[in-house]
């Protein structure tokens, strides 16, 4: 199957700081990501949905400006968790439709965001 | 907005029996169900999907099936090992010819195959 990276793998940091998320697809290209967050025993819950080239769609609850999403190129986008604090510490994992006309989403592998 | 129930939350097996999970969606514009194997703090794997088009796919010993009339969907894992021990996600999603590829989740279910 196709292969999304995502780095960092674990972010422990200091409240108040941001920390900058990378996904990439990496052997194809693609228009629309999205951000998950999951907290332990939890499903994915979808932040945002990243397009290429124009703003993202936040889901509701979601704050815009807490969770900063860039999608630059048609294989990366990034998620910047501003100003973090404790309450953001989670699994953050972002996933890309290969598109083509299917719709099977590959996932990275995750990003363990801890705040002290 | 779609909205995807799951059950159970845990399944407990003894190794070679069979499991089965089942998910219910509310709207009925949905055509794309995906199931994801999810082992502890890694990422979600696709296992199986459907379509709305077909009424059962079966990958050797995983089976999914999709009653689109009652909306719902089911896993069936046959001859459980130990290695099918993770949590199962189902999803759904309106496949459209752009780019809405959204996914809506269930809760998951922790499944455990017993020795």
């Known amino acids: 199957g196709a292969v999304v990276s995502q780095h960092p793998s674990r972010v422990i940091c200091k409240s108040g700081t941001s920390v900058k998320i990378e996904c990439r697809s990496l052997?194809?290209?693609?228009?629309?990501m999205f951000w998950y967050r999951q907290f332990p025993k939890q499903s994915l819950m979808l932040m945002a949905t990243s397009n290429e080239g124009s703003k993202a769609t936040y889901e509701q609850g979601v704050e815009k400006d807490k969770f900063l999403i860039n999608h630059a190129s048609l294989t990366l986008s990034t998620l910047t968790v501003t100003s973090a604090h404790p309450e953001d510490s989670s699994f953050y994992i972002c996933s890309a439709p290969q598109g083509g006309g299917e719709n099977i989403q590959y996932f990275g592998a995750g990003t363990r965001l801890s705040v002290l | 907005g779609e909205n995807v129930e799951q059950h159970p939350s845990t399944l407990s097996v003894q190794e070679g029996d069979s499991a089965v999970i089942k998910c219910t969606y509310s709207?009925?514009?949905?055509?794309?169900f995906p199931w994801y194997k999810q082992e502890l703090g890694k990422r979600p794997q696709l296992i199986i999907d459907?379509?709305?088009?077909?009424g059962e796919k079966k990958d050797q010993r995983i089976a999914v099936t999709l009653n689109k009339t009652a909306k719902h969907f089911s896993l069936h894992i046959t001859e459980t090992q130990p290695e099918d021990s993770a949590v199962y996600f189902c999803?759904?999603?309106?496949?459209?010819?752009?780019?809405?590829?959204?996914?809506?989740f269930g809760k998951g279910t922790l499944l455990t195959v017993n020795p």
């Open positions: 999803a759904a999603s309106i496949a459209s010819g752009g780019s809405n590829y959204k996914l809506t």
């Open positions: 709207d009925s514009a949905s055509n794309y």
């Open positions: 459907i379509r709305s088009n077909v």
């Open positions: 052997d194809f290209q693609a228009t629309t």
